[in-house]
């Protein structure tokens, strides 16, 4: 007997997988050994494989992947060619588009979007409403939430935050233990890190290095903006001075 199901766009052949009985269409690929929970949908050329599991509403359509001991629970969607491997967990209504990877212990949940050729790895998270695109990289221990983005190639990692309003983009790395909040930006090649604060709405832009924990802050005359080619003195130097 020919079952179909509807995913959204119209009926289309389909079956429910043996192991947690969600619908899987006949054009996907699902292994056995992977758990489709009964309330989860698998679509389009999809691929879910070794022990992966969805749970909840998850949805994974397109030509998606999501294999190894990745889980994809509650109302995330994981779409069009993008990757979830290792033990990768997304969830909430996180959402992972176009080309995007998760992988190693990282995770995307709360309402994130990870797209484009975006990289998140290792045991980075990214949560809230927080948008990454481009072709950035997100690892080690980093965190980006809020309504913070990070997107071109720009690099967040070790154990570093993002969050906030604040936008990190271009060539710009962000790593240690800095921190960018509020409505601050870092961009072209500018580099921050050991316990230094981007916040408010400081620019840190051009060449611009700081690495020695300085506080980068606006004041009454608008927006600080460190620029150019700077060493972390040089930066400091012009904080102090202001």
Sequence with gaps: MTTTFDFGDGPVLAHQH?????WVADTA???DTAYIGPDAWVWGNAKILD??????????????????????LEDAKIGHYAMILDNAIIHGFAWI????KISGNARVFEGAW??????????????GTAKIYGDPRIHGNAQ?????RVYDEAEISEEAWVFDEAEIYGKAKIFGKARIFEKARVYHDAQIAAETWVFDSAEVRGDAQIFDGSRIFADAFG???IAGSRSW?????????T
Excluded at 18 to 22: E, H, L, R, T
Excluded at 144 to 148: L, R
Aim: hydrophobic share 35%.
């Design 18 to 22: 043996p192991y947690g009985g969600g």
């Design 29 to 31: 690929k699902v292994t």
């Design 51 to 72: 022990r992966a599991w969805l749970f909840g509403r998850a949805q994974v359509y397109d030509q998606a992947t999501v294999s190894g001991h990745a889980k994809v």
């Design 97 to 100: 588009s176009h080309s995007a």
């Design 114 to 127: 990870v797209g484009d050729g975006a990289w998140v790895y290792g045991d980075a998270q990214v949560h």
């Design 144 to 148: 980006v939430f809020g309504h913070a």
């Design 223 to 225: 927006p600080r903006v």
């Design 233 to 241: 003195w040089r930066a400091r130097k012009r904080e102090r001075s």
